[in-house]
C-alpha cells in the first residue's frame, strides 16, 4: 500500500510541477520580486499537502510563537535548519510569514519545470566548486535579500543527511548572521521518519518541526555561533526522536 501510495504521490507531484511550473514561467515575465514567490509557492503547499492527503505525511510544530515574533519585529533571520529529506525544501516556504532566499547548488537550475521557475525567484544558487567566489555570492545577495525584508535560509549541514545522523556543520550562515547583523534560528525535523533521504517509499506519520531560541551574532565569532545553533538543533533532534539516537 505505501509504494502504491508513493507512486500515487510522485504522478501528483509530476503533474502539478508541469503545470504550475509552465504558468510560472510565463507569469514571470510581467510579475517578479514577492507577489511572484508567493505564487510559485503554491505549488510548495500542493506538494506538501498532496504528501498529507496521500501517504499520510503531517506535521506538528513547536515553537512557531518564535517566528511570528520575528515576523512582528522586522527582525532579520537566517534560517539553518537540520536537512534529512526533500520535504522540509518543500515545507518551509509553505510554513513561514515571509518570502525565504535558498541558498542552493545551481545544479538544481537544469531540473526541467522545477528549476526553470526556481530560476525566476530571488535565490542564492551557487557554484560549490568556486568557493571564495560562492561566499562572495551569498554575502552580497544576502545582504540585498535581507534588507528588502525576505529571510535567508542555509542548511549548515549542506546536504541531508539519514536519520539518527550529524553531519559536519558549516559556518557560512553564521557568517552571514554576522556581516548583516542577522539572527540565526536553529529549527529541528524529524522528517526522515517519514520521507527517508533518497526513499521512494513515503510513510505514513508526523513530522516534528522545533524551532529554536533565536540567537543574535553580534559580538560573536562565526564558530561560536554556529556551534551553539549545532548545539541546540542536535539535543532537540534527540529529544524528538530518540529512537534514532540510541546504540
Keep these: 500500500m505505501a509504494a502504491l501510495r508513493s507512486t500515487v504521490f510522485l504522478l501528483w507531484m509530476a503533474g502539478t510541477l508541469i503545470v504550475y511550473a509552465s504558468v510560472a514561467v510565463l507569469l514571470s515575465l510581467v510579475l517578479r520580486g514577492k507577489p511572484f514567490y508567493w505564487f510559485c509557492s503554491g505549488w510548495m503547499r500542493l506538494a506538501v499537502h498532496g504528501a498529507r492527503w496521500i501517504c499520510g505525511v503531517r506535521w506538528r510544530l513547536h515553537g ?40 542552493f547548488k545551481r545544479e538544481l537550475l537544469f531540473i526541467p519545470f522545477f528549476g526553470w521557475a526556481i530560476a525566476r525567484l530571488d535565490m542564492i544558487h551557487i557554484d560549490r566548486s568556486k568557493r571564495a567566489q560562492a561566499w562572495a555570492k551569498v554575502a552580497r545577495q544576502g545582504a540585498e535579500f535581507l534588507q528588502r525584508g525576505l529571510w535567508v535560509i542555509m542548511f549548515p549541514e549542506g546536504t541531508r543527511t539519514p536519520r539518527g545522523a550529524q553531519g559536519d556543520y558549516k559556518t557560512g550562515g553564521a557568517r552571514l548572521a554576522l556581516a548583516t547583523d542577522a539572527v540565526l534560528l536553529p529549527i529541528a525535523l524529524t522528517s526522515a521518519r517519514c520521507w527517508p533521504k533518497g526513499g521512494f ?43 534514532a539516537y540510541r546504540g
Design 201 to 243: 517509499i513515503k510513510r505514513p506519520g508526523v513530522i516534528d518541526v522545533s524551532f529554536g531560541p533565536p540567537i543574535p551574532s553580534a559580538g560573536r565569532s562565526p564558530e561560536a555561533l554556529m556551534a551553539e545553533a549545532e548545539a541546540w538543533i542536535e539535543a532537540e533532534m534527540r529529544r524528538l526522536d530518540p529512537a
Design 64 to 103: 512557531y510563537e518564535r517566528v511570528e515574533a520575528l515576523d512582528r519585529a522586522g527582525t532579520p533571520v537566517i534560517l539553518t535548519p537540520k536537512h534529512q529529506s526533500a520535504w522540509e525544501t518543500l515545507a518551509f516556504p509553505a510554513l513561514m510569514p515571509r518570502p525565504l532566499a535558498f541558498v
